[in-house]
Structure formats: structure tokens, C-alpha cells
Nanobody, 115 residues
Framework: QVQLVESGGGLVQPGGCLRL?????????????MGWYRQAPGKERELVAQ???????AYADSVKGRFTISRDYVKNTVYLQMNSLKPEDTAVYFC?????????WGQGTQVNVSS
């Protein structure tokens, strides 16, 4: 079992930045893959960024060059640094962990990009 707690969301103006955090209840070194997803109103949940156990990262085309996923093994935390935010980045952002043969989700954190 893995518990994930996201934080760091909020309201930011276009062009601004936020850093989301996902704290895990287990050592993230044991995770296969960890990722960030988002879901905007009326839309399906989509992958934003992920990082494998080996450190390989992948990003949605819409966030490449603006978002960066990273991890801290000491704090058992995965981060999503979001720069140059756009109104279309507005969504609930969820953290996901793949551990053994199961998937675990956090409760989500709201990001609003608006002037």
C-alpha cells in the first residue's frame, strides 16, 4: 500500500510558476514509475510527466520545455516544477505511483492559472 499526498497548488497569473510536491508513504526508490497527471473540467485525465525507476523522464507535448519532474529520495517526494504557466494548464493535478503490480493515486491539488 502506498499513500500519496500532493501539495503546492494554487492560483497563479499567466507566465507564473508553481512547484507541486507529492509525498509518498514508502521509499520512492522502490517505485517502478511515478508521474503527474491532470484533469480539467469536462476533460479526461491526461499524463503530464513521469519518471521511471531508472530516471527516464517523459512529458506531454503541451508542457515540454516548461515543466520538469524530479524526485528526492531522502524526502520520498516527487516534484513538478511548472514554469511559464498558461490558462490551459488549469486543472486538478494528481500524483500516481506504480508499485509492484498496483497503481496508487493521490487526492489531487488544484492549479488555477488566471489573471
Amino acid at each position: 500500500q502506498v499513500q500519496l499526498v500532493e501539495s503546492g497548488g494554487g492560483l497563479v497569473q499567466p507566465g507564473g510558476c508553481l512547484r507541486l510536491s507529492c509525498a509518498a508513504s514508502r521509499n520512492i526508490f522502490t517505485m517502478n514509475t511515478m508521474g503527474w497527471y491532470r484533469q480539467a473540467p469536462g476533460k479526461e485525465r491526461e499524463l503530464v510527466a513521469q519518471i521511471t525507476g531508472g530516471g527516464t523522464t517523459a512529458y506531454a507535448d503541451s508542457v515540454k520545455g516548461r515543466f520538469t519532474i524530479s524526485r528526492d529520495y531522502v524526502k520520498n517526494t516527487v516534484y513538478l516544477q511548472m514554469n511559464s504557466l498558461k490558462p490551459e494548464d488549469t486543472a486538478v493535478y494528481f500524483c500516481k505511483a506504480d508499485f509492484l503490480s498496483s497503481h496508487y493515486w493521490g487526492q489531487g491539488t488544484q492549479v488555477n492559472v488566471s489573471s
